[in-house]
């Protein structure tokens, strides 16, 4: 009994190795077929590698853009500040925190901030704002906001300010007139009047609605604070979380380092949100490339039913000719994957190293998506993970070649399929 | 600067309106007070000197009286009564009496720092810089408008005309001043230096609002103006007036009136 039992695994184990060649064999008995097979899964890979290298690629670029709009690449501070941005949590010093992140790997350059509530007043009106204290000479290494200065220009010293579009707008202020602020410090209310130098307009609504660049010295003055309450940090771009991570060992009780995702939790939070889209779409983009495949299978299923016929006939039991039929899809699906892949890859390679989308979109969508100012560098991203997303087209095919012509084969009738043309 | 952030909202909004009206408080019987001690002095030629005389009058004047105030909008008029008290210096209380909703509404101002209580709350709260130097909704003119002591530190005067009924003061602000105005133009009588009007202008050259002082009596031997009238000279229709009752100056004025259980409860 034991013997007949080994020799019918035996006869299965070598059936079902038959059944594996027999399927890539009759892949290249119908090459058009196969071709065609291998074109639509191949095209439905490298576009979903592609989509998800672009969209990860874009929302990078947009995270890392707005990040040096709003915030800085990273920030260090202090978690009360984090948590309550009040200039009564300042840092404790300067200096010791400036050598330590300048000793850091990956840190180019750090610059003061001092952030406080502020009220700015015209002859006409007055504005509530966050107002940022900054050291000139520095600031336009760690922020794009210097660069969007298309009025006027950046600060030079103390007794000037920089104020966004819409926050001019707002108050009438022009180019050359003096606004007067007013902050709360610690020691009471402080005043100063403050000359406009400079216009920002960076065509981020965030940006141009709330910027209110002033002197670091002058933000001293009005805050009452010594210090300040931020120091940013430029890292080169991908690099933010590992440096402030890596930095986070150096930093003094109470003070943490915060990488952009950290500082623009909305925007990263929109991202995340874009990726879920991205991914119902990748989904229903794998189920039409599934859906041809299976359509495919289904038409040569129906022109090859005298073959299957004779199959049956000779013996191959309905149920193998099933497999039969599910593992010439999912032969095919994997020669798609494969050749897409490879192409999908090589693409988002190419334009990781090769800037065409930034200048292209800015270009062509630039003043249409304005408010989320596109990002003058767009490279794509090249991450392993989208073979795997882009393989779900191999599992549906295969599900759907089960469902489909594997269960159209099982129910053949090999007298009928035997007679038919 | 976290206490900004808890003032609600409908008290911020009462406020602006009755800040209006502490401004004007704070103002009237320093402006008024400039002509008594000037009256006894020669007319000095230096402008400088001329505001010097007109600031060193803001100071020491105590008083004590009652205020009818109205707040004319396009369509609306808001009248207000409150009860004033002043130490002459940096200290006063204003306590809201009419209308009922607003009564006990209160403000306390010292020096820099400006208290006020909503008994709707039941609690004192310390308002923004906004609170003293916002061009209010509900409002032409604002506590830094008139607070008259910053005159001297910030703007440089000069006479830009003289006769025989007024002087023509212009206060051009110094550098890093913390005001938004071009310049501000100030007649005073040339015999009392009592004030006529105030002009602020823009940095463009264009006058934006007026104050005028008017209805004159001597008070105890001090020519003091009765009635005032703000005008917003950019939107039609925007027009606050101000008018003293019974007034009384030079009193004593207890220390617990400047205290916040007096912002809270009074103190007579």
């Known amino acids: ?421 | 600067m976290t206490h900004t952030r808890f003032v609600p909202r409908h008290i911020a909004r009462d406020a602006r309106t009755l800040l209006v009206a502490l401004a004007l408080i704070v103002g009237l019987p320093t402006t008024g007070s400039l002509a008594v001690r000037a009256h006894a002095q020669a007319a000095p030629d230096d402008a400088q000197a001329v505001l010097d005389h007109v600031i060193d009058n803001l100071r020491g004047l105590s008083e004590r009286a009652t205020l009818e105030l109205s707040v004319e909008r396009p369509g609306r008029t808001v009248h207000y009564r409150m009860d004033v008290v002043s130490d002459g210096n940096e200290r006063s209380l204003v306590r809201v009496t009419e209308p009922p909703q607003q009564a006990g509404e209160a403000f306390l101002s010292i020096g820099n720092n400006l208290l006020v209580y909503s008994p709707r709350l039941g609690r004192s709260l310390r308002l923004p810089p906004s609170g003293r130097s916002n061009a209010f909704l509900g409002s032409d003119l604002s506590y830094d408008d008139l607070a008259g002591g910053e005159y001297r530190e910030q703007y440089d005067a000069t006479i830009t005309s003289r006769d025989a009924d007024t002087i023509t003061l212009e206060l051009v602000p110094k550098p890093e001043a913390p005001t938004p105005y071009g310049k501000l133009v100030f007649v005073v009588k040339s015999a009392s230096y009592a004030p006529v009007s105030l002009t602020f202008f823009d940095q463009r050259g264009n006058a934006v609002k007026r104050l005028t002082f008017s209805d004159f009596q001597d008070v105890q031997g001090r020519t003091i103006p009765q009635h005032f009238e703000v005008v917003d000279l950019l939107r039609e229709g925007y027009r606050t007036t101000a008018s003293y009752q019974d007034a009384q100056f030079g009193i004593a004025v207890p220390e617990r009136c400047f205290s916040e259980a007096a912002l809270e409860r009074g103190c007579f």
């Open chain 1, 1 to 421: 009994m034991a013997i007949g039992t080994e020799a019918g695994r035996v006869t299965r184990r070598g059936t079902t190795v038959a059944l594996w060649r027999l399927a890539w064999r009759n892949l290249w008995r119908q090459r058009r077929r196969t071709q065609l097979l291998v074109v639509v899964v191949a095209y439905a890979t490298l576009a979903i590698i592609f989509l998800w290298g672009f969209i990860d690629g874009f929302m990078n670029g947009m995270l890392a853009s707005q990040g040096r709009l709003v915030a800085a690449p990273v920030l260090v501070t202090t978690s009360a500040y984090h948590d309550d941005p009040d200039p009564l949590h300042p840092l404790p010093s300067l200096a010791p925190l400036e050598r330590a992140a300048l000793a850091q790997p990956g840190v180019r350059h750090v610059a003061p901030r001092l952030e406080f509530g502020a009220l700015l007043r015209s002859p006409y009106t007055s504005e509530g704002v966050m107002a940022r204290g900054v050291d000139p000479a520095r600031e336009a290494s760690v922020s794009a906001i210097p660069a969007y200065v298309t009025q006027g220009r950046m600060l030079a010293g103390p007794g000037e300010i920089v104020l966004g579009k819409g926050v001019a707008d707002r108050l009438d202020s022009r180019l050359g007139e003096r606004v007067a602020i007013d902050a709360s410090a610690a020691g009471g209310p402080r005043s100063l009047g403050l000359r406009v130098v400079g216009i920002v307009d960076s065509g981020t609504p965030v940006v141009d609605d709330a910027t209110a660049l002033v002197d670091l010295a002058d933000a001293r003055r009005l805050s009452g604070v010594s210090t300040a309450t931020g120091l940013a940090l430029d890292v080169p771009r991908g690099r933010e979380s590992s440096v402030a991570a890596a930095l986070q060992s150096e930093l003094p009780a109470g003070v943490h380092a915060y990488p952009v995702e950290q500082l623009i939790g909305q925007l990263a939070r929109a991202v995340g949100w874009g990726r879920v889209e991205v991914t119902v779409l990748g989904v229903v983009f794998s189920l039409f490339a599934a859906i041809t495949v299976t359509s495919t299978v289904v038409v040569s299923v129906l022109e090859r039913s005298r073959e299957f016929g004779v199959m049956v006939a000779l013996g191959l039991d309905q149920a193998r000719l099933s497999t039969l039929v599910t593992l010439e899809s999912v032969y095919a699906s994997v020669l798609g994957w494969l050749a897409g892949s490879i192409v999908g890859f090589a693409l988002l390679w190419l334009f990781s190293v090769w800037n065409v989308f930034g200048p292209l979109f800015s270009g062509l969508y630039g003043s249409l998506l304005s408010g989320i100012s596109l990002p003058s560098e767009l490279y794509t991203i090249v991450r392993p993970e989208y073979l795997l997303y882009a393989a779900v087209t191999i599992a549906l095919a295969a599900l759907f070649a089960v469902l489909a012509p594997a269960r159209r084969v099982r129910r053949l009738r090999p007298a009928e399929a035997m007679r038919s043309e």
